[in-house]
């Protein structure tokens, strides 16, 4: 199937500091990713859609300002959780879609992304 | 409100039983079906899908049954082996929607 990686795996940062994740689809071009996040025990719970060249598409309850998406090209996508507090520690998951002729509608998703604010 | 459930949050079966894992849901507006494989501190791994024009779809050891009048769906996995240990999520989706919801997540232990 279809690889999405994800960088970093793993940031701890200080409560204020902005992290940025990246999220990139390696052998296909991907017109639109999603951005998750996990609690512990919980579902996966979709924060927005990411839409190359176009601003992306918030999910209900979920701050635009806080978290910046960015889908610069048809392979990277990127998050950025600005002025980051304890509470916005989670574990971060993208994914995307090949959205060549023929493939199915299921998404690939990346390693996800441990995010610790202290 | 949680439009995919999946009520056992966990379940355990003897290695080479079968395991079937449960998934109901509300929207009628559904009409895919994704069942991923997650470990921890890692994504989730598509295993199997199904349309709701199809009641059955079967990939080796995998099964996915569709019921639509009931709003359910179960993945069997027969026979089950250690390395199927993992959280189970099921995900439904509108055709040509992308947006996909997921379930709560079943808990998968198989005892060897």
């Known amino acids: 199937g279809a690889v999405v990686s994800q960088h970093p795996s793993r940031v701890i940062c200080k409560s204020g500091t902005s992290v940025k994740i990246e999220c990139r689809s390696l052998d296909f071009q991907a017109t639109t990713m999603f951005w998750y996040r996990q609690f512990p025990k919980q579902s996966l719970m979709l924060m927005a859609t990411s839409n190359e060249g176009s601003k992306a598409t918030y999910e209900q309850g979920v701050e635009k300002d806080k978290f910046l998406i960015n889908h610069a090209s048809l392979t990277l996508s990127t998050l950025t959780v600005t002025s980051a507090h304890p509470e916005d520690s989670s574990f971060y998951i993208c994914?995307?879609?090949?959205?060549?002729?023929?493939?199915?509608?299921?998404?690939?998703f990346g390693p996800g992304t441990r995010l610790t604010v202290l | 409100d949680q439009q995919v459930k999946q009520n056992s949050p966990s379940l355990s079966v003897q290695e080479g039983r079968i395991s079937i894992l449960n998934c109901d849901y509300t929207?009628?507006?559904?009409?895919?079906f994704l069942w991923y494989k997650k470990y921890p501190a890692e994504g989730p791994t598509f295993l199997i899908s199904i349309s709701s024009i199809k009641d059955k779809n079967e990939d080796g050891r995998f099964t996915v049954f569709l019921n639509k009048s009931a709003k359910h769906l179960s993945l069997h996995i027969v026979p089950s082996q250690p390395g199927d240990s993992a959280v189970y999520f099921c995900a439904a989706t509108i055709f040509g929607n992308e947006k996909l919801t997921f379930g709560t997540g079943t808990r998968l232990t198989i005892i060897p």
């Open positions: 929207n009628s507006m559904f009409d895919y």
């Open positions: 994914s995307a879609r090949d959205p060549s002729p023929g493939t199915s509608m299921e998404q690939f």
